[in-house]
């Protein structure tokens, strides 16, 4: 698995455009069956399961230290993208470069920070209202998401103690070191990017409250009781130059 080590030029083969820290990060997961990943994916990629079963995630953080990288050298942040907060929705799978994450959906804070990354990696970012209220550590963490055409979301969650031991479950939801993305220009292509971090240090989670509006909205049929949360600290990552497969 890719490990961070500062400064990095390459990632994977691919040289670093962006760097930022992931910050308070919280994810709610459900199982789903694979005939809801049906029709998602362009040709080559399809989904990656665990004990027999697709996996959908609500993912809420705070980005930090957003910046361009060019030569392995970082640039001052871009005005307005170098603080905001990100709640997306995700599941995990596998294509001709190896596992990584397929994004549903992603809703920033920054208008910005949304059409930078729409256009760079062709994610499907929105720019909606978030509000709350996140910190590292032990501590409660809270994001209300609420998007222009009415949908909302929250996530209440307090991180615990320290995981010492993650489960092989907690490692495939967590430790994921690339990403797929549908190119916009030719929709039955799909582009892949590789990411590099730290191994998370994961918490546990209490008092876990959600409303998963977001998550249905993207077609997934799940409760508001995720069956596995999991809270981290921040990590510094560093994103590779999105190749065309």
Known sequence: MPVMDRPRGAVQGRPVVMSQTWSSIVWCHWR?????LDDRFPPGVRPDVYDGCAWVGL??????????????????????????????????????????VWFDTLDASSRLGAFVARSAWSLPYVASRITGAAEDGPSRRTWVVERAD???TRVSVTAGSTITDP?????FLTERYALYARAWWSPKRSLWAPVAHERWTLRSSLDVAVRADVVRAAGYRVSDEPEHVRCGDAARVDIGLPRLL
């Open 59 to 100: 993912v809420p953080f705070e980005m930090r230290d957003l910046r361009p990288v060019i030569a392995g050298r970082s640039l001052p942040p871009i005005p307005t993208t170098e603080a905001f907060s990100e709640v997306n929705v995700r599941t995990y799978v596998t294509g001709p470069m190896g596992p990584g």
């Open 167 to 171: 489960t092989p479950l907690d490692e």
């Open 150 to 152: 009415g949908t909302t």
């Open 32 to 36: 789903v069956p694979l005939e809801a």
